[in-house]
């Protein structure tokens, strides 16, 4: 699939994760199947995933998700694919804290094509690719970022492979000093988003998934961010990234 329609493939997108964001809106009971170390697995996560899976499959085009994983080649084949996190904000969903979403995208390579997240807690749907317009809710944004770092907001976060050691964490803390204020919503996705139309200025983590980020790179395309996507040292988990995406690349922070 060379030639790829990328209004098409938004509309997808965003039906795909407003219908799944809409189905977990319904939900009472949370399940939880995994909550070892720092993480946790609902099944929410699972049937979500599927229902997502379920949407895409007319397009013809291979599924990578958080919870079914997928074929992995693909990132490097130079092949379209879907990359879906299910609900990225898992632990504040299941505290039922704001801030949860549904995250489409789809990428070739590390670069990304279309993609959409939607904060179903808030009814808000980003939506953005590659040569289209930033959209909040079906409107056009255009960000209002700060030009100096001293009064930048930094997102970020501690996704469950963060390295904890102090050396690591004293790093982290001086990095962060030019900064006016640093912000952690539990979501990288929304995150990223809150980046793109400008509530904030820029993202910064490492280690986190390429599924966590890759709806919030095609928001960041779509906003005009200079972003940065680095393979993390984690053999033990595929498809991990530190990621950096900034109104301005003075911003960076590593």
Same mark, same amino acid.
């Given at each position: 699939?060379?030639?790829?329609?990328?209004?098409?493939?938004?509309?997808?997108?965003?039906?795909?994760?407003? +219908?799944? =964001? *809409?189905? #977990?809106?319904?939900?009472?009971?949370?399940?939880?199947? %995994?909550?070892?170390?720092?993480?946790?697995?609902?099944?929410?996560?699972?049937?979500?995933?599927?229902?997502?899976?379920?949407?895409?499959?007319?397009?013809?085009?291979p599924v990578i998700g958080e919870e079914e994983g997928g074929d992995w080649s693909l990132v490097k084949s130079g092949k379209p694919y879907w990359i879906i996190d299910p609900i990225?904000?898992?632990?504040?969903?299941?505290?039922?804290?704001?801030?949860?979403?549904?995250?489409?995208?789809?990428?070739?390579?590390?670069?990304?094509?279309?993609?959409?997240?939607?904060?179903?807690?808030?009814?808000?749907?980003? +939506?953005? =690719? *590659?040569? #289209?317009?930033?959209?909040?809710?079906?409107?056009?944004? %255009?960000?209002?970022?700060?030009?100096?770092?001293?009064?930048?907001?930094?997102?970020?976060?501690?996704?469950?492979?963060?390295?904890?050691?102090?050396?690591?964490?004293?790093?982290?803390?001086?990095?962060?000093?030019?900064?006016?204020?640093?912000?952690?919503?539990?979501?990288?996705?929304?995150?990223?988003?809150?980046?793109?139309?400008?509530?904030?200025?820029?993202?910064?983590?490492?280690?986190?998934?390429?599924w966590d980020i890759a709806g919030g790179l095609a928001l960041m395309e779509s906003a005009g961010a200079a972003y940065s996507l680095s393979e993390a040292d984690s053999e033990s988990?595929?498809?991990?990234?530190?990621?950096?995406?900034?109104?301005?690349?003075?911003?960076?922070?590593?």
């Open positions: 699939m060379e030639n790829i329609d990328r209004n098409q493939m938004l509309e997808v997108a965003v039906h795909a994760a407003r +219908s799944a =964001g *809409d189905r #977990l809106l319904g939900v009472s009971q949370r399940r939880v199947n %995994s909550a070892a170390g720092n993480d946790v697995k609902l099944q929410e996560d699972v049937e979500s995933e599927i229902f997502i899976r379920g949407l895409l499959a007319p397009t013809g085009i990225d904000g898992t632990y504040n969903f299941l505290r039922g804290i704001p801030g949860v979403c549904v995250s489409v995208a789809l990428m070739r390579g590390l670069k990304p094509i279309v993609g959409c997240v939607y904060d179903f807690t808030r009814g808000e749907i980003f +939506s953005g =690719g *590659d040569g #289209l317009a930033l959209s909040l809710n079906g409107a056009c944004v %255009s960000p209002n970022w700060a030009s100096e770092a001293c009064q930048a907001v930094l997102m970020t976060g501690f996704p469950s492979l963060t390295d904890y050691s102090d050396s690591h964490l004293d790093r982290f803390v001086k990095s962060v000093q030019k900064f006016k204020k640093v912000r952690m919503c539990g979501s990288a996705a929304l995150a990223m988003c809150w980046v793109a139309v400008g509530r904030a200025d820029i993202y910064a983590e490492e280690r986190v998934r390429l988990a595929p498809l991990c990234y530190s990621i950096q995406a900034a109104a301005r690349r003075e911003f960076f922070v590593f």
